[in-house]
C-alpha cells in the first residue's frame, strides 16, 4: 500500500540559502555590455538564474543589456554559448583568476 505523499519522494529537498555555490568555479562569465544587445536570449537557459537587466538608469537606454551576478555564477559556460550561437558572442569566459586580477574582486 502507498502512502498519500509517496510520489513526491524523487523531489529534493529546498535549500535553505538558494543561488549558493558548492565549489569555486574555474571560470567566470563576464558580459561585454557594448556588444550586448539587452536580448536576454541567455537568461532562460542560466542553470542557476544569475543573469539580468543592467538597471536602466544606468545607461539611459530602452532595452539595456545584461549582468551577471559574479557571487552566484557557476561558470558552466552555457550563457557564452548561447550568446555565440544565437546572438552577439557578447558573453566571455575568463579563467577565475584573471578575472580576480582584472576585476579586483575575490570568488569563493
Excluded: H
Amino acid at each position: 500500500m502507498t502512502k498519500k505523499y509517496d510520489y513526491l519522494k524523487g523531489i529534493p529537498e529546498l535549500p535553505e540559502k538558494p543561488n549558493i555555490k558548492k565549489k569555486r568555479p574555474k571560470l567566470m562569465a563576464v558580459v561585454d555590455e557594448d556588444n550586448c544587445t539587452g536580448c536576454s536570449a541567455c537568461v532562460p537557459f542560466c542553470p542557476v538564474d544569475c543573469i539580468e537587466p543592467v538597471p536602466k538608469e544606468k545607461y539611459n537606454m530602452p532595452i539595456p543589456p545584461v549582468q551577471v551576478r559574479f557571487d552566484e555564477c557557476i561558470g558552466c559556460q552555457v550563457c557564452a554559448r548561447v550568446c555565440t550561437k544565437l546572438t552577439w558572442d557578447a558573453i566571455r569566459m575568463l579563467p577565475i583568476d584573471v578575472f580576480e586580477e582584472r576585476y579586483m574582486m575575490k570568488i569563493s
